[in-house]
Structures are given as C-alpha cells and as structure tokens.
C-alpha cells in the first residue's frame, strides 16, 4: 500500500472545530483511579497518551457534575463544580492543564433541558406554594379529572411511563411536573428569565476556567409548545416537546456568550432531528455543531448512507456551522453490533429512535467489526467534525446479557422491562487483557467496576491489540493518522461506481469508495492508488478492494 507522506499535524488554530476529531468521555466507565469501581478524571488523565496517540484533536467529558446518577449525571445536582467521587474540581484541573499541554481541546456537557429533583431549586419548589415563583422555574400543571388525578395532558416520558409526576397526594396542592426524561429529571421552563440566566453563568463558570466548549445535552427540547397540548397519538413522536422555533434564542444568547471569550469556543447541539431540521441549528450566530444521527440510524447500505450524507450536505447550503458525524455515543447500541446484527428480536420502546439505534438479537462479530471499521473510513472522508465513542477504537461489540440486576439505566425499569435500554455500551474499559477487572482499576481495588465485564472482554483489551497491526487499535491510528491529508476545504464530489453496492466520492486528491456488499471491487485508476483502507486490499497490486471494506484511493 502507498503509504500517505508524513507530517507534523498542523497546529489546529482558526476555527478549530470545523473539521476536529473529538473522543468521547464516558468518564465512569473509562479508568478508574481510587478504586472504587467508578471511572474519574484522574483515570482519565493516565489515560490521555492513549487517547492523543489516536490522533484525536480534543476530549468531551459525559457529565461529571454532582448528581444522584440516576440517568448516568445527566441528572445534575449543581452545575459549577465536579462530583467528589470524578475527584472533585482538583482533579478536572490537572485533567484540563494535562489535555491542555497535549495541544487537545476539553469539551463538557451542558444539561440545560432538566435537572435532579436534587438541585436546589426543585427542591425548594416542592415546598413552595403553586403559582410561586419556585414554582416557575420548572412546568408545574394542576392535573385533570376528579381531585386532579390524572396528569394535565397525555404525554410520555422518552424513557417509558408518563412525562407528569404527581408532587403528593394532597388535595390542596397535588400538582404534577413535567419531565421528558426520568422522573428525577424535572424540565426548566425556558420562558422564566431566572432559568436564562443562571445557565448564562454556567456557561461563564466553565469558560472562564478554561474549558474550549460544551456539548448540550437534548438542544432541541428546551422549549415546549406553549400551550403543553394533548397528542393524538401519544405512543408516537412527540412534535409539542421538542424542535420548537423559540429554542433558537437560546443559542443566539449563548452564542454571544462564547464569542465574547474571543478564543474560538464552540457550541455543539444534540439534536436527534432528520438532516433538514438538524441543520437550522448551525444557522449564522447559533451553534457551531450539531451533533447528527440520521446516518448512525441508517442500515449498512449504500443507498441509505448516500441519501443521509446528501441530506445533510443540502441541509449546509446557507448555514455557517458544520455538521458532526458519529456512529457511536452512551445511547446507542455499539456499531459493531449494530451492523453485525443477524437477527432483530421484536422490540417495544416509546422512543422512536430506540427502534432504529437499540435492536437486539444474535451478532456476527467479524462481519460487524469489518462494516463498522468501513463506515468509521467513510465518514472520516467527510466534511465537518468526527465524534469518536471510547471503546470503538477496541472494537468492543454491545454488552447485550449484563445480568438483569445490575442494569442501571433508568429505561429498563421504567418501560417495566420491555427495553433493556443503554448498559451495554457503558460497560467500563478493558485495557488488559489479565486482570480482575481488565485493568479497569488496580487488582487490589476495594470494588468491583460498576457495570460487571464479560470475560470475552479480554478478547479487545487494548494491550492485545497495541502491538498487533491488524488490530482495530492500530486501524484507529492508521485511519485518523490518514486524515491529516485530507484537504479540508474540499467539497464532496459523488462518484460513478456503476454499482448499487459501491459507494464513492471525492475530496480533493482524495478518493473514497466502500463496498457495502457484493464481491470486491476495482475503482478507475485515475482514482489514484490505495492510501488507507480498513481492510487489506485483495490483490497483489493493491488496487481491489474487499468486500465490506472502505478505501482511500490518492492521486
Ligand atoms: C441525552 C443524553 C442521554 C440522556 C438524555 C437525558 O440524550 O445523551 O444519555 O439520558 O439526554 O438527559
């Protein structure tokens, strides 16, 4: 294979983030430092010359804010500091000066949709009066039918079950509040200024300690239809909760904020929408990235990925931010599993996404590593930002048989067991391959890691693969390593390939074709000759590409 030519990364600086590779930081499950079976910033810390070897230009933390942890921190209990058992605001310090002095950028997560019924304010609102002003802070709704017994409208909760919760039984004060997520998740209400501007010092608090941005967590929900109406169908999607026109004065005011800082912070917006809508988030003066799932949603198939990039791409026209690809994150099932899945079991889920990112069945490893390792090649071709997920470097598969009693996710019990929900991707890290907990923590450590591993684990432990070039690790690498050269202000040119199968395109001097299915295939040679592919090339001249395979061809 002609091997790309080398050279030193160039020192990312303007607007870093338009074409940036970020690692995501399931902070619990990636190493733990004390010992007590949790993951925490320290662990993180030893573990950055792993991360920065992949060739990744900055780090995303999932929440590490003080939290009950009912929903993995997305449950937060105080905004403005680092929960004790992470290590506390010490430990985030030499974890930013350390990702600092790699040169990588330091992402948190913003959770602006709800909080813990922990939080201060919740708190006090349970024991103000209805109509308060404690109250306002949150959606608080008297409830309908006799004494108020049945919740003021119909809808559910993304995680099963209603989205109202009752406060008590007390008939001079029995109201309910609204939570889209678990009941220990209480919505802000965005129309009371107090909610504004308390999360306007959030994101003064963290930036003025130095962090280089944030991922907001549900960007599309913070605005709800004014007037909380009934659903036709409240098993489907829910078009009153989420997407609604208001929500983008929030981000034009915190987008002000970031520009303020002068030193090219960037607003990243989960926004889990088909392309044409995910894009009017990136509008002029709104958020830098959003962060996109259409593609992770789609099938292995040529015709579906093509149709999603080519969505997105049209969506661009007009826009000033980019758009960020993922295949993996804490929600969904590993891509791995996903693409190796030989059969789907029957799935019940009141989130539409779920049906499409959490299916469950038996899994074809290897043909599943092989398309997950393509579509990672893929998408590093594209243009905008890459978000990585830790563990896919290993190509660790879903955890899919975690015993039953040791599943945390709030889905599981709230859909009364009907979905498994979101455990399996969040079991902790497997470094070696010996060891009690796969060198997750200390052999002597006092607990077991939070999540139990399965012994096949060791099969991925990142010190099996370190040396091997085969590995998915040394893939990583290679591929993240390739993408240096690729000229980033190229746009995307779609390719003849005369096969349904076949997709390709071009960015500049580089050419990138995947096989999605069918037998191997033999691009023009004006394509150029095989730079990096995520498998072998079948003949000797290096030109065929494998089945179930993407290459970069460069002239
Ligand atoms: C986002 C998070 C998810 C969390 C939910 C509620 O989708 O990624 O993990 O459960 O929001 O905060």
């Known amino acids: 294979m002609t ?13 870093w983030w338009r074409d940036s590779i970020i690692y995501q930081l399931y902070v619990k499950s990636f190493a733990d430092s004390d010992g007590d079976g949790v993951g925490d910033l320290d662990g993180v810390t030893a573990g950055l010359d792993h991360i920065a070897r992949l060739g990744v230009d900055g780090i995303w933390l999932n929440p590490c804010y003080p939290s009950p942890n009912r929903d993995g921190g997305y449950d937060v209990a105080d905004y403005t500091r680092i929960d004790g058992r992470y290590g506390g605001m010490p430990a985030f310090e030499r974890l930013l000066a350390a990702t600092h002095d790699r040169g990588l950028k330091l992402l948190m997560d913003l959770v602006p949709n709800h909080c813990s019924d922990q939080h201060e304010w919740f708190q006090q609102a349970l024991v103000a009066a209805p109509g308060s002003p404690e109250r306002d802070r949150f959606i608080f709704r008297d409830g309908r039918g006799v004494d108020g017994a049945e919740p003021p409208n119909n809808w559910r909760s993304t995680f099963g079950g209603s989205a109202w919760t009752r406060i008590n039984d007390d008939p001079g004060d029995a109201q309910w509040y609204l939570h889209s997520f678990d009941s220990s998740q209480p919505d802000f209400n965005w129309q009371n200024e107090q909610v504004g501007q308390m999360f306007d010092d959030v994101l003064r608090t963290w930036f003025d300690r130095g962090i280089d941005g944030f991922r907001i967590d549900v960007a599309y929900a913070m605005v709800k239809h004014a007037e909380l109406p009934d659903l036709a169908d409240p098993a489907g999607d829910n078009p009153y909760l989420w997407n609604q026109p208001g929500v983008h004065e929030i981000f034009k005011r915190w987008r002000k904020i970031s520009d303020s800082y002068g030193r090219d912070l960037t607003l990243l917006g989960e926004v889990w929408l088909p392309p044409a809508d995910a894009t009017d988030y990136i509008r002029a003066g709104e958020l830098n990235q959003v962060f996109y799932f259409d593609l992770l949603q789609q099938p292995f198939e040529a015709g579906a990925f093509r149709l999603s990039i080519a969505e997105t791409l049209a969506g661009l026209k007009g826009v000033d931010g980019v758009p960020t690809w993922t295949l993996n994150s804490h929600d969904v099932h590993r891509s791995v599993t996903r693409y190796g899945l030989v059969e789907a079991e029957p799935m019940n889920s009141p989130d539409v996404n779920a049906l499409r990112t959490r299916a469950r069945g038996p899994v074809d490893v290897e043909l599943g590593t092989h398309r997950a390792i393509a579509a990672t090649l893929l998408v590093l071709a594209l243009p905008g930002s890459v978000y990585l997920y830790q563990g896919e470097e290993l190509g660790l598969p879903e955890v899919q048989d975690l015993p039953e009693d040791t599943r945390q996710d709030p889905i599981w019990a709230r859909s009364e067991h009907a979905e498994y929900g979101r455990d399996g991707c969040r079991v902790p890290m497997p470094w070696s391959a010996s060891g009690r907990s796969f060198g997750f923590s200390a052999d002597d450590a006092v607990s077991a890691p939070w999540l139990p591993q399965p012994a096949w684990f060791a099969d991925f432990a990142a010190d099996r693969q370190q040396d091997d070039p085969d590995s998915v690790l040394a893939f990583y690498r290679r591929a993240l390593h390739a993408r240096q050269q690729l000229d980033q202000a190229a746009d995307l040119e779609w390719l003849e390939t005369g096969r349904e199968d076949v997709l390709a395109f071009r960015r500049g ?13 033999m691009p023009p040679a004006e394509w150029g000759a095989l730079v990096c592919s995520s498998l072998p090339a079948v003949d000797a001249a290096e030109r065929w590409l494998a089945a179930g395979s993407t290459g970069w061809y460069a002239v």
Do not use: H, N
């Open 509 to 521: 001097a580089i050419s990138c074709v995947t096989v999605f299915d069918g037998c191997s295939f």
């Open 3 to 15: 091997v790309l030519r080398t050279t030193v990364p160039s020192e990312k600086t303007a607007q």
